[in-house]
């Protein structure tokens, strides 16, 4: 009997992720992709094995080149959930002094979600914008962050952010919240068009930016 | 010009779950889930709004019913990742007696790694069952881990666990690693066959056990 561990590939662990892209460059065949934007959506593909990912991504105009200077220049990341948090690669975001806030699970906003009525993302959201800094902001879950997003650019109270990433996941104003920001031609974004999207999608998408501010994609294509 | 904020339809915080899920049982349709798995379905489709999981999620036998009885036990997790860990409700866990553990970031698990040769998540698998606890393994990114899992079971190194949840996401090895897991009849499972998977579905299994065993699903479904 053949045993079924001869079938595992032996590939050493730092060898890992570049055969990965090699496997998901070579699938994607003729497809060309934009190059300011190839290896953010190569990452959401290799972080959800979701080829979807090469036709539902939008990036507004050079939306990439603007978030990578920002964290260059030591921007912010604001996430709406711990999820998000969890998976930003902080060491390479501390390397340009920037941090990653997430007010999800602060007492203060669970009190003041429940006496608007409005979810613990939304307030958020506003936290981040009251800190007055340079910001990304990752939403990989809210719908309703990103609808407070909106109403706060139309009420005039949003400081531009660096970027908007608007990838949550799921069923209930999910496709059009992300219809919201796409509207706008005056903020940078990058928006998985439909239903999916996810913690996985917004840290990984963070993760390529700081990899080619830092000069590292080369690594990872 | 009408208002693009009129296309969001108005739900309450507390009821966007449970819309969710109507939308996910109206649009399966006539499709038949076994009464025992459709809570872990629905929620791995809730998560990723990828309808793919209606297929591709494989259970032992009685693998959910035997979870949720080792969770109100006290069994605890171990993840592959930090990100599993953010993603899972520790309070429901803790209010069982379990708590969450991943070692992936530990200094000496990092070196152990390195000397050997293998991946650090490889490591903390073993210093999982080192802990002669009860445990579950939720495993949403690294085959390397589920491999090792497997090496363990055929050395008779490993504790007979509670459940193992194999959905690593990837290119490289994920396939063949579940399969390996899917080889075995003597160890409880939840698997993803194929390339998909990841942090958030691997942190959604370990929710929808807990919801179950804190006879809540009523909730979600």
């Known amino acids: ?6 079938r595992i590939e032996f590939v050493k662990p730092a060898d890992i992720e570049g055969r990965s892209f090699e496997i998901i460059t070579s699938e994607l ?6 190059p300011e934007n190839e290896l953010v959506i190569k990452r959401c ?30 921007a912010c990341i604001i996430t709406d959930t711990n999820m998000v948090k969890a998976g930003i690669n902080k060491r390479v975001l501390a390397k340009f ?5 997430n007010f999800v699970a602060d007492p203060d906003v669970a009190a003041e979600a429940k006496e608007r009525g409005i979810t613990r993302s939304a307030v958020s959201m506003e936290r981040g914008a009251a800190l007055g ?25 949003l400081p531009t952010p660096a970027l908007i990433i608007g990838v949550p996941v799921g069923f209930v104003n999910v496709v059009e919240s992300k219809e919201l920001i796409l ?18 999608v ?3 998408i963070c993760n390529a930016l700081l990899y080619i501010a830092s ?5 990872y294509m």
């Open 29 to 34: 065949g003729d497809r060309q992709l934009d």
């Open 45 to 74: 593909i290799h972080t959800s094995a979701d080829f979807d990912y090469a036709d539902n991504l939008c990036f507004s105009e050079h939306a990439v080149t603007k978030a990578v200077e920002a964290l260059k220049n030591g």
């Open 202 to 204: 917004a840290a990984c």
């Open 97 to 101: 002094g920037g941090e990653v806030y």
């Open 215 to 219: 000069n590292n994609e080369r690594l």
């Open 183 to 200: 509207s706008r031609d005056d903020v940078p974004y990058i928006v998985a068009r439909g239903r999916k999207g996810g913690s996985n």
């Open 133 to 157: 800094k340079p910001l990304i902001y990752a939403v990989g879950n809210a719908p309703t962050a990103l609808i407070r997003l909106y109403e706060m650019m139309e009420e005039g109270t």
């Open 1 to 6: 009997m053949s045993n079924p561990l001869d």
